[in-house]
């Protein structure tokens, strides 16, 4: 493998292009108008312009990403996260023409991207799922029959997507009533088909993931898990590793079990099996990501891996590089995303950044996608850099990003940094004993705006 095009943008793109360097492997950058300026651009081995800034004229052209990759004859493709990498008719297209594409096969991530699909073999599997429907359901009727069986708070999900935009909670028969149109039109806009189904909503739980990795020989190993239960509007902001407050019968069970579903259904490449956890510490499987996580820094922090260099060994039919008893957890981390948003409303702030400090530090890593003076478009998704921080213990970790915050600068637009400020010195957070309602109970103690 000689080159490969990465068919993303932004610090993912970045973070691909610094592992092919040190394999030894070109890149090919493609770039909407509105990311000409962007650091991944300069540092790829060539950049070629994909389209106009929406993303349908640009990182979801597949002709043209197609057209690219012949044209610079580039061995593989790497889709990053987001836009088509979870896309399993992009999968199938780029490998039918010839093209090794760096992810699992088309026909797994179809199946796991179906939700309704992917909790039924996690149910044959033997991996517990959440309570709720074992199909989409097709009227408004049939869903408020469901949830009165089930158990209210419920979730009404879109079969076809992932979290935030695509579940909606309700307390009630009338909240089913009143969402369940708008909910579905919503699907069939965002995930292509209007399918919806139904889960129990586990209260004061924690969302935790496990990081698996296969090859294509049939070799599974877990890195671990990490908990991701800081979150607005159900996307994550704060993640770390390994997680804490967690039983450690709880936590070999978890990891257990996440190996079992991934050799279950034949999987290879990176996965992430994602569960909730109630305040028993019973968990249920959410779903599978099939792709590379925004947060896999953190795994690769404390399991010492590179997860990409992983994804591209496995990729060209290679055997993992490590057994499961090679593979140890050392250190803590803390990733913290960067977002260009209003720290408490949570709205997205584009604009031009006037000055941009994110400070070297031995304990920190910065994958970052902008630089000073870059400009973030409203067209994408407003994060901007991801600060990992890894320390000894949680609490010396803690103590690491306190001060790194306080040196960090970003100017021009509204971040969320002085959120993290704010939640580094909350006790709630300090203790590690939080759920996923964590942000909304302290913004609302603090009496500022949701």
């Known amino acids: 493998m000689k080159k490969i095009l990465i068919a993303n943008r932004g610090e993912i793109a970045l973070r691909i292009i610094h592992t092919c360097k040190q394999m030894g492997i070109e890149t090919v950058a493609v770039y909407s108008d509105a990311d000409a300026e962007l650091p991944y651009v300069q ?57 090794c594409f760096i992810g699992p096969s088309p026909e797994i991530i179809s199946m796991m991207g179906d939700k309704i699909a992917a909790r039924a073999a996690m149910k044959e599997a033997g991996v517990p799922v959440v309570p709720g429907s074992e199909g989409d ?141 109630d305040e028993d510490e019973n968990f249920y499987f959410l779903e599978m990501n099939t792709r590379l996580q925004v947060e896999h820094p953190i795994t690769e922090q404390i399991a010492g891996v590179d997860l990409v260099k992983w994804q591209i060994l496995a990729a060209r039919g290679e055997k993992l590089p490590r057994v499961q008893e090679e593979i140890a957890a050392n250190n803590y981390a803390i990733e913290f995303r960067i977002y260009a ?45 991801k600060v990992i921080i890894t320390g000894r213990t949680r609490a010396n970790a803690i103590e690491l990003a306190k001060s790194y915050f306080t040196e960090a600068v970003v100017e021009g637009i509204k971040t969320n940094i002085p959120l993290f400020k704010q939640l580094l010195n909350e006790e709630l957070y300090e203790k590690g004993t939080y759920n996923t309602s964590l942000l909304s109970t302290v913004l609302n103690k603090g009496g500022a705006p949701q």
């Open 341 to 385: 948003e209003d720290p408490f409303t949570f709205l997205p702030a584009p604009g031009k950044i006037t000055a941009y400090h994110l400070p070297e530090r031995t304990y920190a890593r910065v994958d970052s996608g902008y630089s000073d003076m870059n400009a973030v478009t409203p067209f994408y998704d407003p994060m901007i850099a």
């Open 43 to 99: 540092a790829a081995t060539k950049a070629r312009r994909i389209g106009e800034p929406p993303v349908q004229k640009s990182y979801l052209n597949v002709e043209e990403l197609l057209r690219i990759s012949h044209e610079e004859k580039v061995d593989a493709i790497h889709p990053g996260y987001g836009f088509l990498s979870e896309n399993s008719a992009f999968a199938k297209r780029a490998i039918d023409e010839g093209f």
């Open 137 to 277: 359901v097709t009227s408004v009727e049939e869903a408020c029959k469901v949830a009165g069986i089930i158990g209210y708070p419920v979730m009404l999900k879109a079969s076809g997507g992932g979290g935030g935009i695509g579940m909606v909670r309700c307390d009630n028969e009338e909240a089913v009533k009143q969402v369940y149109a708008s909910t579905k039109a919503r699907a069939k806009a965002y995930f292509g088909h209007e399918g919806m189904f139904i889960e129990k909503l586990i209260t004061n739980a924690r969302h935790i993931e496990v990081q698996v990795f296969g090859d294509q020989h049939g070799n599974v190993v877990h890195l671990f898990e990490r908990d991701c239960s800081v979150q607005r509007r159900n996307q994550k902001v704060i993640e770390e590793a390994p997680a804490l407050s967690l039983k450690e019968s709880t936590r070999q069970a978890m990891q257990n079990q996440a190996v079992q579903a991934a050799k279950a259904i034949g999987y290879y490449n990176a996965g992430t099996v994602e569960f909730i956890v």
